[in-house]
């Protein structure tokens, strides 16, 4: 298939179109590298032998996209544009609505002017809220999100399945993604945050690295195992490939389907912490600190809708990711 990739120059982009075009799919990447670096993109040729058409354009530019779709016929679009830091989000919440809601309206309206009404989202479990029933299956009613960045990921959800009810032409896949870590296994592609990291992992690198003293534990009077907050971590390799898989439900019609892409394992904060230090040799300073507002207790997926479906299954444990992460990481101290 013709894949239009928005955000294709960020982590889980990126990482997306080294598996399409493994998979023989062709792909063209749009990025306004506001969160990202055309190196990625270089990296992906690198790694898949093929130059990756690339647009500059931002998804909220109409005249920006209709010239990307005159220049080619698309399949589908794999849609990862957006904003995704969750405290900036707080800050933000206009730039967030207006990049995120905005952004994909008019991508949608532009898609459907050119004839193309196959779209893969990049979705969260953060829909959840917290969750009424763990491991969260995609039957698990939606929650309260407490910030504007899954808001818009719930938001757009529904505004979606409304356009579906509404032109049955549209083929709508919704990926919840768990928690994404770990890098390509070559090193060449990965993560980078800007500034200080919100997330778990890429704290912890910085900290292997030496980048940062210690890593800040948030709570360990959760009721989990050992206190710490438990979550299901996804190499982000096994991410991309449910990308992939997911082009099947598009390919058979799928109208609207909802797969959660997770693992199926919950792991504490100090599992990650104690895997990543037993595997790399590496020793990560931490200490406990007050928990963080707006921080849930466990989340962990049950990931068998999209096995059964579209047969994808995670085959990558938290001992690869902590390899893969630090990998990455050691090789590429500055990012790209
Ligand atoms: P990322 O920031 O690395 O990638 C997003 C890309 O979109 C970046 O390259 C950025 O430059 C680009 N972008 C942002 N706004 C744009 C716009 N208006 N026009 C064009 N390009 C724009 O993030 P990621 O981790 O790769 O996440 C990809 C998607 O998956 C996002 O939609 C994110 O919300 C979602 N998601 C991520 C996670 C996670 O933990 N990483 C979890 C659940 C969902
Ligand atoms: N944590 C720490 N110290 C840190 C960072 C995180 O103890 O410095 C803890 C958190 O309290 C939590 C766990 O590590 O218990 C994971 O935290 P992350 O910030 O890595 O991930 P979250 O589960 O909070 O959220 C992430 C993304 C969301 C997304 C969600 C599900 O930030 O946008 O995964 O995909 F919605």
Redesign the pocket.
Known sequence: MKILVTGGAGFIGSHTLVELNAAGHETVVIDNLSNSNRKSLERVAELTGKEIPFYEVDIRDREGLNRVMEAHHFDACIHFAGF?A?GESVEKPWEYYENNISGTLTLLDVMRQHGCKNIIFSS???VYGNPAIIPISEECPKGHCTNP??QTKSMLEEIMMDMQKADKEWNIVLLR???PIGAHPSGRIGEYPNGIP????P?VTQVAVGKRTE?????NDYPTHDG??V?DYIHVVDLARGHVAALKAIERKCGIAIYNLGTGQGYS?LDVVTTFEKVNGIKIPYSIKPR?AG?IAT?YSDPSKAEKELGWKAQYGLEEMCRDSWNWQKNNPEGY
Do not use: A, E, H, I
Request: charged share 15%; glycine share 14%; with cysteine.
């Open positions: 995704k969750v969260s479990s953060t960045y899954g993604y768990f928690n919100n997330n778990l992992m704290y890593l800040g534990v948030f709570g710490t907050g979550r904060v963080r921080d989340c």
